[in-house]
């Protein structure tokens, strides 16, 4: 055979590269193990993490307020740990024993409702106001039955949901939903407008969202018009990176309509070493929350945060406070 009719090195030079992005892939994939904000931040060698502080009310319902605020009468981050009791509040047994299942709750509650969307993503850092374009095709934009039936029942059992595959669903307005809201009557007061404290809750049922998830996801960094409030856990883990308002200049904030949300996702630059963006994150003033089914975090008024959330499901409540006016 004749050197230029030897088929190897044309075999070798369409296969080599492969094989070579393949192992790349395997050995140096950033969303391979457990993630862990803290120890990819101390990584990274940026500022040193202030971890949120934990006021433990075993389930006791009664939160000293003032334990939110500092000597100077600022608010602060907080997890509230034992916010409820967990084996009396219906969300516990009933949405999460239920949850993947014909006779799911959730499913019952959404099904037949055509506003609501599902996002289902083959990477982790998708949330935000840009994963709904349709544009990317790593992300699918599930409308209406189809995307409840994946996230609450048994159609999304084991379609593999993990750290490169997740299915989430946002900022559900649950306000019109008797048996959701019903549910939540037992939530603490503190969550609740109640005379005994003065955050503004306008009413109860003025702002409630709900957000469900399989498999890891990232909302990325942001504030909210809203007064901050309080976020509660019912099922899996969320890690989430906080940082106060004025650190709005060191956080790579988009403009305009966007004007809330940082460009980065913070877990993503972490786990890719973009170290480019490390400049300005070494002027912030980081702060951490690793929540458990059964803890509150109280977010106070327009601090920034990014929720990194994990479990199958993972489901989150959030009380918002409305300033009265
Ligand atoms: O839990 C999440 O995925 C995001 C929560 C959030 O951004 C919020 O409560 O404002």
Redesign the pocket.
Known sequence: MSPSTNPRPLVTAIILPFAVALLAKFFFDPQQGEFDFEELWVRAKLPQITKIEVININGGDILDIDSIYDASGNTLPRVIRGATNMSTFPPHNKWKSSFGTEDSFLLEQFRGHQGFMTLVSEMIYF?GTDAFTGKDPKIKVLKGDSGVDWLFGSEGNSRGWSRRKTA?M??IDIRDFPEIMNDLDSLPTFMRKDSSHNLQYGDHHQSM?L?V?RGD?D?GL?F?TNFG?F?YLVSGR?QVMMFPNEDAAYLYMRGGSHRMESSLFLGDILERRDEKKYELLQKTTPYLAVMEAGDALY?PNKWF?E?Y?QGNP?I?V?AWIHQAG
């Open positions: 949330r989430y946002g900022l969202a957000w998830g996801a909302s942001h909210d409030g976020m969320k977010i945060h929720v959330s993972s989150g959030s």
